[in-house]
């Protein structure tokens, strides 16, 4: 079993920038990957950005490129995203998921998932 806590949610303006955490505990395996996703209002669950547990190779969606960052420390552990130049579009609750080798994008081939961290954008 592998449990994942995200933190670092919080209201923050349009133009501001925020980081937020996952922290995973539980035997998780080197080959892993750990996926950000996120859920707006009356949406669905996109995904955001991932990164492969063992190197740290990252993977973004096109819609947030150049503007959030995934990292981890060497350590490993919490994984990181941090999202830059926030806009309304960006407020949703912010998931962290984490899973066997898959398509970083199918959030159906994620095995565990925490409880998400809200990020509110105000305009």
Known sequence: QVQLVESGGGLVHAGGSLR??????GRIFSYYRLGWFRQAPGK????VAGITWSVGLTYYADSVKGRFTVSRDNAKNPVFLELKSLNSEATAVYYCAAGPPGEYSNRN???????GTQVPVSS
């Open 44 to 47: 669905e669950r996109d995904f």
């Open 20 to 25: 937020l955490s996952c922290a995973a505990s």
């Open 109 to 115: 081939t994620y095995m565990y998932w925490g409880q």
